[in-house]
């Protein structure tokens, strides 16, 4: 299975949620309107009938904001404005033999407050001797210091600097190809580290 696929809703998940919520504040709505109704068209005159009139109009008052919220709340979700968790999609290009053995790699972002692990989605060779490692990762906090590590067992460590702001804005179209920051590898004089080993992203 894809695994960014499993990281990210999909548009027919999206369009069932806000389906559900609309059709739960049409509820809401109706329930709110006839509560309103039988309650004030009754004579009732004692404190008791008050009390109970005030609970009940409290009570569909919240019943109705909490819909709202949450017919917001799928809409902002499936047209992908929901700024609570952005996650970056990443490609990383290097030498082909030095992502022979992609199934024991790991890569990971470290932040000045976390560390998160990332999803590898697969491999592509280049037709030029390299390949591109894809893959994504969650931001889970707002910082600009964040570092994509890469650890290739046995063949080195590869770090490369996101240059994103704080709080970064979604884009369709992956950046520019940046280089590596720093390389800590026996391998990597194979190819020149400014002419082999970049990354680009896009921010989802």
Known sequence: ???????????????????????????????VALAM?????????????????????????????????????AALAYLGLNPSKPAIEFEI??????????????????????????????????????????????LNHRTADRVLVVNLPGKGTFEFRLRLPAQPHRSEQFGPWHLADRIASPLAGAVAPQDGYTIRYRVL
Do not use: K
Request: glycine share 6%; charged share 20%.
């Open 37 to 73: 109704t039988v309650y004030f068209r009754l004579s009732y005159r004692t404190w008791r009938d008050v009390a109970r009139h005030g609970l009940a109009a409290f009570a569909a008052l919240a019943l109705f904001a909490f819909a709202a919220y949450d017919m917001r709340h």
């Open 1 to 31: 299975m894809n695994t960014l696929s499993s990281l990210f809703t999909a548009s027919a998940s999206g369009q069932l949620g806000i389906l559900m919520s609309a059709l739960s504040g049409i509820a809401t709505a109706l329930a």
């Open 93 to 138: 290009r290097m030498p082909r033999e030095m992502l022979a053995a992609v199934t024991d790699s790991q890569i990971e972002l470290h932040t000045d407050r976390n560390q998160t692990l990332a999803l590898v989605d697969g491999v592509r060779d280049l037709a030029d001797g390299r390949a591109v490692l894809r893959g994504a990762v969650a």
